[in-house]
């Protein structure tokens, strides 16, 4: 059985920090369990999404991205930091996924911002919502600043332990679910 991690965020374009940084840390938890990664951001979503007020009103583009995401393993959930909390069309998106459709769901949230202020964001910000969908957010969490990345790349050793403990983490949870699913079958 091959697990697959779907990262999701909140950015609007890329080249995007954010969506980079959800794909470096997909791919540290990939390289310790040998998952399928996939990332998406808002811009995934086609352009269904932006004027949709419930799921069903979402197209076939937008739809298979849900349905990505309420069917993954492992969610990744990162936004870039606006005006200390997250996007906006981000925000938006949760609004239209039933309460229960994360439940349960291991998530690593992230985020990336202008400076350190902003650090908060991912307890103050990220924590509630995904608690809201009963999600089994994992216990680490990743901020990370300009500073920390050099011409798009993390660079900073800081970030880069909190990515490997977290990523640590993920493998833990995946390994235990794959066992789980094994000993069913």
């Keep these: 059985m ?4 779907i990262g999701f965020t909140g950015n609007f374009g890329r080249p995007s920090k954010t969506f980079d940084f959800a794909n470096h840390v997909a791919g540290e938890v990939a390289r310790r369990v040998g998952a399928h990664t996939t990332i ?7 352009p269904s999404f932006p004027v949709a007020t419930r799921l069903t009103h979402l197209d076939e ?3 298979n991205v849900v349905n990505q995401i309420t069917s993954a393993d492992l969610l990744i959930v990162g936004s870039p930091t606006y005006k ?6 981000f ?16 998530v690593i949230a992230l985020a990336t911002g202008g400076g350190e202020r902003h650090a908060l964001m991912v307890e103050h910000q990220l ?7 009963q999600a089994a957010t994992l216990p680490t969490a990743v901020y990370a600043c300009d500073r920390d990345f050099e011409d798009g790349v ?5 970030i880069q332990q909190r990515v490997a403990q977290v990523a640590d983490e ?3 949870v995946l390994t235990r679910h794959k066992d789980r699913v094994s000993v069913a079958a």
């Design 2 to 5: 091959v697990l697959n991690i």
């Design 40 to 46: 998406h951001d808002l811009s995934s979503l086609g």
């Design 61 to 63: 583009q937008a739809m």
């Design 84 to 89: 200390g909390s997250y996007t906006g069309l």
């Design 91 to 106: 925000k938006h998106f949760f609004d239209m996924l039933d309460p229960a459709s994360l439940a349960g769901k291991p």
């Design 127 to 133: 924590r509630p919502l995904l608690g809201f969908f």
């Design 154 to 158: 993390l660079k900073s050793s800081a």
């Design 170 to 172: 993920a493998a833990i």
